[in-house]
C-alpha cells in the first residue's frame, strides 16, 4: 500500500532516504507477508547529508517473529 501523506510530508520535510530503497532501487522484497499479500512495513530512514556514512541495507529473516528485520550498515570513524 501507498505511504500515508503525513509519512510523505515528514520524509520530504526532513529530506530523509530509505535506506532499503538506496541499497536496493529494484527489489520487490517485503519484510511482512501472508499469503496473499506482501508489504514493507519496517523501514530505516536516514537524513540525506548522510548518505555518505551509507554501506547497506536488506531483509533479514528472524525465526520468532512474522517480520523480517531491517539491517542498516553504516560506515564510520572507526568502521571503514
Do not use: C, Q
Request: overall charge negative; proline content about 9%; hydrophobic content about 40%.
Amino acid at each position: 500500500p501507498p505511504l500515508p501523506p503525513s509519512l510523505l510530508n515528514m520524509i520530504e520535510d526532513l529530506d530523509l532516504v530509505d535506506s532499503f530503497r538506496l541499497a536496493n532501487p529494484f527489489s520487490k522484497d517485503f519484510t511482512w507477508s501472508n499469503t496473499s499479500v506482501g508489504t514493507r512495513l519496517d523501514r530505516f530512514y536516514i537524513p540525506s547529508n548522510l548518505i555518505h556514512l551509507f554501506h547497506d541495507s536488506f531483509h533479514l529473516t528472524v525465526s520468532s517473529s512474522d517480520h523480517r528485520a531491517v539491517v542498516l550498515d553504516l560506515k564510520g570513524e572507526f568502521y571503514p
